[in-house]
C-alpha cells in the first residue's frame, strides 16, 4: 500500500487548481469551518502562507499514484496537533478515508512526533466520526461552530 505525500508548498499550477475544486466542491465545504467558495486569488495566497508557517502543515495524499485526498496539521506544538481531511470528492471508492487517516496518525507519532492528536468534527459528520472512532479517537468534549454542534475528539500516541 504506497501513501505519499506532497506537502502543499511543493505543489504544481494544475494540482493547486484540482486541490482547489476539491476544496469548494459542495459534499467537501459542507462540513468545513469556512463553508463560503474560496477564490483562486485566495487558495493561492494561502499555499504561500505554509512556508512560513511552522504551526501548520498541508498535504495532498497520493495512493499507489492516485491523488485521493488532503490532510492537514494545524495549532502544531511541541505535544499536539489537530487533523483536518478531505477525500477527492471525485473519487467513489470506499476506504479513502481510512487511507488518508492512516497517512495522518502515522505523520503525527513519527514525523511530528506529538502525544496527542485531536480532532474536531461536527455532529452531523456521520462519516467523519466513525473514521476517527475507528482509529481509536476519544470524545474529550463538545463546543458550538457556526450553530452546529462540535465533537471535540483525540488520540494518544499510546492508545493508537
Ligand atoms: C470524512 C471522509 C474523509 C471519509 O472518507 P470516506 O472515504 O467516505 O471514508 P470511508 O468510506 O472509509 O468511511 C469511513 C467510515 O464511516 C462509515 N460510514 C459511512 N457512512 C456512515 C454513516 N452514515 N454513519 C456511520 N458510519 C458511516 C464507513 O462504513 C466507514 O467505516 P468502515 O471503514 O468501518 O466501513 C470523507 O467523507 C470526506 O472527505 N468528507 C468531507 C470532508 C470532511 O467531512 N472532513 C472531515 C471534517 S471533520
Known amino acids: 500500500?504506497?501513501?505519499?505525500?506532497?506537502?502543499?508548498?511543493?505543489?504544481?499550477?494544475p494540482q493547486k487548481q484540482m486541490i482547489l475544486a476539491w476544496r469548494n466542491h459542495e459534499n467537501v465545504k459542507?462540513?468545513?469551518?469556512n463553508t463560503n467558495d474560496i477564490s483562486e486569488a485566495e487558495h493561492f495566497a494561502f499555499i504561500e502562507s505554509l512556508e512560513t508557517r511552522t504551526d501548520r502543515r498541508y498535504f495532498l495524499v497520493q495512493h499507489e499514484g492516485v491523488d485521493?485526498?488532503?490532510i492537514d496539521f494545524n495549532d502544531i506544538s511541541a505535544t499536539s496537533a489537530t487533523l483536518?481531511?478531505?477525500?477527492?470528492?471525485?473519487?467513489?471508492?470506499?476506504?479513502?478515508?481510512?487511507?488518508?487517516?492512516?497517512?495522518?496518525?502515522?505523520?503525527?507519532?513519527k514525523r511530528l512526533k506529538v502525544q496527542i492528536l485531536k480532532?474536531?468534527?461536527?455532529?452531523?459528520?456521520?462519516k467523519a466520526k466513525a473514521l476517527y472512532e475507528k482509529f481509536g479517537f476519544c470524545e474529550k468534549g463538545r463546543k458550538m461552530v457556526n450553530e452546529k454542534e462540535v465533537?471535540?475528539?483525540?488520540?494518544?500516541?499510546?492508545?493508537?
Open 1 to 13: 500500500m504506497r501513501l505519499y505525500l506532497c506537502n502543499f508548498t511543493t505543489l504544481s499550477e
Open 30 to 33: 459542507a462540513y468545513m469551518y
Open 68 to 70: 485521493i485526498g488532503v
Open 84 to 109: 483536518g481531511l478531505y477525500a477527492n470528492p471525485k473519487l467513489d471508492q470506499k476506504g479513502i478515508g481510512s487511507l488518508l487517516m492512516q497517512s495522518i496518525v502515522e505523520y503525527a507519532f
Open 119 to 126: 480532532a474536531e468534527v461536527f455532529e452531523e459528520n456521520a
Open 151 to 160: 465533537i471535540c475528539m483525540e488520540l494518544a500516541n499510546e492508545h493508537q
